[in-house]
Every structure is written in structure tokens, then in C-alpha cells.
């Protein structure tokens, strides 16, 4: 079993920056792809951020040029740099990674809140 676990989140005046960063127990290296996803209440999950093993991102269009993700195989962690935060962020962050072998799997999700 793989567990993820999230930490950074929390409030935001809208304009600043959040760091968000996604603990994994196996190593990322045996992941395909990793991400980041939220959901905001009342919507459906939505895909934020990808980044495969090989390094390319995909990134959400509300989120192009704002925000970085990152991932580091030494440390086994997903990283995700939210600047220019803007109210319409506000969500639950979800940190996933997939593998064509092992599935998919999630953490428990992280509040981030933008206030105007």
C-alpha cells in the first residue's frame, strides 16, 4: 500500500504564494505520473497539475504561469508552487500518483483558502 500526505496548505490573502508538497512512502520513481488535483465544494474534482516520470507537465489552463509543479526523487515528494493566488483557488489539493502496475492512489487532501 502507498500512502501520500499532504502538508501546506491553509489561508492565503489573494496575490501571495502557497507551497504545497506531497510525502509518498514508495518511490516516485515507480510512478508514471504524479499530480495535483482539487475540488471546491458543490464541484467535481479537477485536474490541477501533472508531471510524468520523464518531467513533462500538463498544467490546468486556470493555473498556466501561476503555479509550478515539481517533484523530487530523492525525497519521494510532489511539490506544487501556487503564486498569484486568487480567491477562485479555494479548494481541497489532492496529491495522486499512478502507476500502470501498481494503480492509483491518493492522499487525504489539504485546505487552501484565498481570501480577497
Known amino acids: 500500500q502507498v500512502q501520500l500526505v499532504e502538508s501546506g496548505g491553509g489561508l492565503a490573502q489573494a496575490g501571495t504564494s502557497l507551497r504545497l508538497s506531497c510525502a509518498v512512502s514508495r518511490s516516485i520513481l515507480s510512478f508514471n505520473i504524479m499530480g495535483w488535483y482539487r475540488q471546491a465544494p458543490g464541484k467535481q474534482r479537477e485536474l490541477v497539475a501533472t508531471i510524468t516520470a520523464g518531467g513533462s507537465t500538463n498544467y490546468a489552463d486556470s493555473v498556466k504561469v501561476r503555479f509550478t509543479i515539481s517533484r523530487d526523487s530523492a525525497k519521494n515528494t510532489v511539490d506544487l508552487q501556487m503564486n498569484s493566488l486568487k480567491p477562485a483557488d479555494t479548494s481541497v489539493y489532492y496529491c495522486?500518483?499512478?502507476?500502470?502496475?501498481?494503480?492509483?492512489?491518493w492522499g487525504q487532501g489539504t485546505q487552501v483558502t484565498v481570501s480577497s
Open positions: 495522486t500518483v499512478k502507476s500502470v502496475l501498481a494503480g492509483t492512489y
